[in-house]
């Protein structure tokens, strides 16, 4: 549940405006009447519902993967192994050609398209010590890398299409991470290597 509601709110959260998260997290998670919404967001009690309205819109409508799980699972693995190897070719192959990655960072949303690109950006990732594992982000596969002491490094979402990633969404603000409680890894070595699936 904390991975795959914690990181699922993050991102989606992240794609309303101001207002619309306002009047979405307070009426539909916390049940706070329209009018008091209203007052806080300066706004009518319409304008409110509105503004609610959109947000459980585009909640709803956040695409889902395309893939069975099966081949979700299988495509993560081969990703995961191309990157704990620096393979760049492997990485090409299970990258669509158009894979657009968008990080959200302590600075910031950062935005990544284009294979060639977002390879060359993963193996450099794929240096750097720790472990990682195969994890379940909004109902589909993705990853989480931890650092050698335990720390929570990373957590990534994997759109795959026709046995490929053509989306990447991950998490690397350690404020964000901080609030998914995941079970600390008892394997250490190379970022994927002695990774542990489920």
Do not use: Y
Request: proline share 5%.
């Amino acid at each position: 549940m904390a991975e795959s509601v914690g990181l699922a709110l993050m991102v989606v959260l992240d794609t309303l405006g101001p207002a619309e998260r306002l009047a979405f997290v307070l009426h539909d998670v916390f049940a706070v009447p329209f009018d008091e919404i209203a007052e806080i967001v300066g706004t009518s009690g319409d304008a409110a519902k509105m503004l609610a309205w959109r947000a459980r819109r585009k909640v709803r409508d956040t695409p889902r993967p395309a893939a069975s799980h099966r081949e979700q699972r299988a495509v993560v693995d081969a990703f995961m192994a191309a990157t704990g190897h620096g393979d760049f070719e492997g990485l090409l192959r299970v990258l669509d050609p158009d894979v657009t990655w968008r990080e959200h960072t302590a600075r910031g949303l950062v935005v990544r398209s284009g294979s060639t690109e977002v390879a060359a950006r993963v193996r450099r990732a794929g240096r750097a010590r720790g472990t990682a594992r195969r994890v379940r982000v909004n109902d589909a596969f993705g990853v989480a890398a931890w650092t050698p002491d335990g720390r929570l490094r990373t957590v990534m979402a994997c759109t795959v299409v026709n046995g490929r990633i053509v989306e990447m969404e991950s998490v690397t603000d350690p404020a964000r991470l901080a609030s998914l409680s995941l079970p600390r890894p008892t394997v250490e070595g190379p970022w994927t290597r002695g990774a542990r699936s489920r």
